[in-house]
């Protein structure tokens, strides 16, 4: 009994494991007859249903004009040259290329209110994906690495965060290398080097002494090195075993579910992260480049919708015609707005005080609008959500802990994210 509380009160390098707390607290409590077997069953359950949460990012690299995308102002100048349509949903009206999504918009949610203060593209890609501002001091891990540690399967022989297309922003940060995420380039083909140059047998034996030479090294002081080292190899050499990997390649998909999608890369990408999540991935983010518009800043959008808003919808379908969507949530933002006002160049600069963004699944009351700007759209008139809000909500629909705390670099416990809380009008 006395070994089993010893344990729950270690603060490791990681902090603790969800899991390792579940089997901790399980046997003590049982040990010491306060947890029966019901008890413990249903604390068994309820880590099951965690492991089946996923999110999809849908990241739009550059940072996305809000009055392109879903807060358009046609009766203000600052409107540019957009126009509206209606959408699924009586009333609400979304910028024209995004007619897939506006046929759609009865299962998302827009948030026209989302407000910060960094405006430089990495740091603010940083802040976006760790919850916190950059710091020269600790390296923080990101959301897809957080999700990971709470509620990815452990055994998954593939890995748990994937990126496609680049960001991710941070890493895992001082999580360390077990919940780094995987950067795929090519959506739709199996990751390089991934094909086994010798037989089964042959390559666990090269596993072995490998594993051999490590020990040798470690035992000479480098126990932290063979660890990471450990957990990087031991990574890729489930991959490379795993059955799992046939996930990776969309042929098997049927020609018309691939057309829905879309032929460009983002939209092999969307249907990668719903087969992906599928086979128990917990976090994916596929990743729309080029949306930094200083300059032709309405054809740019217009050419950049005509892919993403296809695979966006699409991904929100599929995921619903597989029973999925209530398990799955997806978000898709970028890192800040653009300016109201168009530039002499026909663009848009940056502008991180007023963006926007939209929610579906895990939970998420689609058919809405929450939040408000401006008629010129230069504040925000309407229920500002922060960084730290985002966060919250996003924790809330997959069941994570967002004070869920992990021992950093600088001594002390570190949140996954501080401040802020749950914008409840999402989920209500």
């Known amino acids: 009994m006395s070994t089993s509380i010893h344990e729950l009160i270690q603060w490791g390098r990681r902090g603790f494991s969800r899991r390792r707390f579940l089997h901790t607290v399980s046997a003590a409590g049982v040990a010491a007859g306060t947890l029966g077997f019901r008890d413990l069953m249903s604390l068994q359950a309820a880590d099951l249903r965690k492991r089946h949460k996923a999110v999809i990012m849908l990241w739009m690299n550059g940072g996305p004009s809000q009055m392109e995308t879903f ?4 009766n203000h100048e600052n409107g540019g040259e957009t126009s509206v349509i209606s959408t699924a949903v009586p009333g609400i009206r979304i910028a024209e290329p995004w007619s897939q999504i506006a046929s759609v918009l009865d299962r998302c949610a827009v948030i026209r209110s989302f407000t910060n203060k960094e405006g430089n593209h990495r740091r603010a890609t940083y802040q976006l994906h760790t919850g916190y501002v950059p710091s020269g001091s600790v390296k923080h891990p990101s959301l897809g690495s957080n999700v990971a540690q709470q509620i990815g399967d452990e055994n998954l022989d593939i890995p748990t965060v994937v ?25 739709g083909q199996r990751p390089d080097n991934t094909q086994m140059a010798v037989g089964g047998d042959r390559y666990q034996r090269r596993l072995n002494l490998f594993e051999s030479l490590q020990q040798d090294f470690a035992q000479r002081g480098a126990d932290q ?83 993403v808003d296809p695979a966006t919808a699409a991904l929100i379908l599929d995921l619903e015609d597989r029973g999925m969507l209530d398990d799955t949530l997806v ?88 401040g802020g809380s749950v914008v409840n009008e999402l989920f209500s």
């Open 331 to 418: 978000v898709w933002m970028g890192e800040f707005g653009r300016t109201p006002r168009v530039n002499g160049r026909g663009g848009r600069d940056h502008f991180p005080r007023v963006f926007n963004g939209l929610m579906a699944g895990g939970g998420v009351r689609g058919g809405q609008v929450i939040g408000a700007s401006t008629a010129d759209g230069n504040d925000i008139l309407d229920r500002p959500v922060s960084v730290p809000d985002l966060f919250h909500s996003i924790c809330h629909a997959i069941g994570v802990d967002p004070e869920f705390e992990n021992m950093s670099p600088l001594g002390r416990p570190m949140k996954i994210v501080e």
């Open 163 to 187: 990126s496609i297309g680049r960001p991710d922003g941070s890493g895992a940060g001082f999580l360390g290398v077990e919940y780094d995420p995987f950067f795929i380039n090519n959506p």
């Open 225 to 307: 090195v063979v660890e990471n080292h450990n957990a990087i190899y031991g990574k890729a050499a489930d991959l490379v075993r795993s059955p799992r990997l046939s996930a990776f390649e969309l042929d098997d998909e049927p020609a018309s579910l691939r057309e829905k999608y879309g032929e460009s890369q983002f939209g092999r990408g969307c249907l990668l992260a719903r087969r992906l999540v599928e086979q128990g991935v917990s976090y994916v983010e596929v990743v729309s480049n080029g949306w930094d518009t200083h300059f032709d800043n309405f054809d740019r959008i217009g050419e950049l919708a005509g892919q």
């Open 71 to 74: 807060d358009p102002k046609p």
